[in-house]
């Protein structure tokens, strides 16, 4: 978290509340294959880390676990061998459709991922059926580290925003989405914040 970004949000008097209550705060972005990542993201969709940890795991080791299994070779698989890493019919279907468009080059290398913006990859990934835009997010902050992306479809995003700002309901997508203005060009930062703050409630330390 740059000092820059921390600065930013502290100009809003209950981010600087949260951000005086979490502590600082990290992010490491993974800087792997693009394919892996979308892979990675489907299989959290919906899911506690812990579980889709679990999967992911199986997920390799359905296909040797020697690594992480190239898209020709998932792509090839047939369903029911994803299924047996617990995967939904859903979810097998999606990421061998993500094996398709990286292999037909829809899915961008990581160095051109670097040369596109983020509306770019989201206008480009989400072509591909089951990558939404929430996926594409999962992307561009834990993969690729950009700095102002605002997952105003996540659940968790919402929760703590409706936590730090003692909000009796959910704030809609669209309605985040306008309060989030405020804290561009650091909207990942915000985001990253209301993660945690929804993680205190969960262990009742909020």
């Known amino acids: ?12 008097r209950v981010m600087a509340e949260v951000i005086q209550r979490v502590g600082p705060l990290k992010l490491r972005p993974r800087r792997i294959a693009p394919f892996q990542s979308l892979v990675h993201a489907i299989i959290h969709q919906q899911l506690s880390g812990q579980a889709a940890s679990t999967i992911l795991n199986r997920f390799q080791a359905v296909f040797g676990g020697r690594g992480f ?28 459709g993500v094996a398709q468009g990286a292999i037909e080059g829809l899915v961008p290398s990581l160095e051109l991922c670097d040369c596109l913006t983020d509306d770019d990859l989201i ?10 835009r929430w996926t594409v997010h999962m992307l561009l902050i834990f993969n690729l580290g950009r700095p102002d992306v605002l997952p105003t479809e996540d659940l968790g995003v919402r929760r703590g925003y409706q936590i730090a700002y003692k909000k009796p309901s959910l704030p809609e997508p669209a309605q985040l989405h306008r309060i989030g203005v405020r804290w561009m060009p650091f909207r990942t930062a915000a985001a990253l914040y209301f993660w945690r703050t929804a993680d205190f409630l969960k262990n009742d330390a909020w």
């Not at 898209?71 to 019919?89: D, F, I, M, T, W």
């Not at 206008?123 to 939404?132: A, D, F, K, P, S």
């Open 123 to 132: 206008q480009r990934l989400t072509t591909i059926r089951g990558v939404g």
């Open 69 to 96: 299994p190239s898209p020709h070779v998932v792509a090839g698989a047939e369903v029911e061998k994803l299924r047996a890493a617990g995967l939904s019919v859903a979810k097998a279907n999606y990421i061998k």
């Open 1 to 12: 978290m740059t000092k820059r970004a921390l600065e930013h949000l502290k100009a809003d």
